[in-house]
């Protein structure tokens, strides 16, 4: 191992020992499949209410996009929807989706439907009012067809609602949980981080989140050893992504970014925010409201 990775594994060595709950990577919620499933839909529907209003989907059709255990799409049930459908790649996530809802005594009945490719939804032609995407665009591989079949499902003046936590957030590298320091994946190599994910998760020390359990609560193999790039991010900027939605036809209605409130340098980052170029950088999320004119 390099020296730099050394360096590295030894920084994210003392956080991960001496992390406490509540510090980055170390949200007791993820270590319980109970705990996380309520916690998921807690922020599902803070980022909902924080950025959206409930009138915008009432009498509307709408898509929930990587909707995971449909915490959103329980949500939006209650906001008056004519209809809800669920989408998801995971066939594990949709099935659980699914038994909730049977157990659901809301009036609108969520459906749920696995995803049967990457790059399509499975849905007819201007059949939906309303897409919601949340705390998902950073893990669409096939962006660029994706948004372009958000248009095609997408009724004239249809809209699509983002949260999203872009590339270079300090922690969009998403492997938080074992190298819980900012910024890494902006100075360091794949190879690099990998090694170090490796390490880490081979410490006695490190207790595994609920991904990375077997169906015994037990610690999986090191996956981390055979990977040769970081898993499930698509490394999309803010950039890049308005790109995308004006070569699919999409109109960026609003964008809003925030700094990172309650942090000591709340207000500097709050305005980084807002500056092209280096905005994501400082950023705790973004939100979009995209239509289709």
Known sequence: MSLTSSLLFHLSKNRVIHSKPGDVGKNPATFRKATYQE?????????????????????????????????????????????????????????????????????????????????????????????????????????????????????????????????????GHHIHPLVPLPWVHAFFSDKTLLDVCARVYDMPEFKPRLWDQDENGNKRPNKWRTMKTLPDVNRLTVTQFERVCVESGLRIEERRTSGFRGARLAAVTEMLAQIPRIQEFFCSQVVYKLRKD
């Open 39 to 171: 916690w998921r839909d807690s922020e599902m529907h803070a980022q909902f209410l924080a950025n959206f209003d409930p009138e915008d989907l009432h009498d509307k059709d709408v898509l929930d996009f990587g909707c995971g255990e449909g915490g959103l799409s329980f949500l939006v049930a209650t906001f008056g929807a004519r209809s809800i459908t669920g989408i998801d790649l995971n066939e594990e996530l949709v099935h659980s989706a699914t038994a909730r809802a049977q157990r659901s005594s809301s009036p609108v009945r969520a459906k749920f439907v696995v995803g049967s490719d990457s790059k399509v939804i499975d849905l007819h032609d201007s059949s939906m009012d309303v897409i919601l995407c949340f705390d998902v665009l950073e893990h669409i591989l096939d962006y660029r067809e994706i948004v372009r079949e958000w248009y095609r499902v997408l009724r004239p003046q249809g809209r699509v609602f983002i949260w999203w936590v872009p590339w270079f957030h300090p922690y």
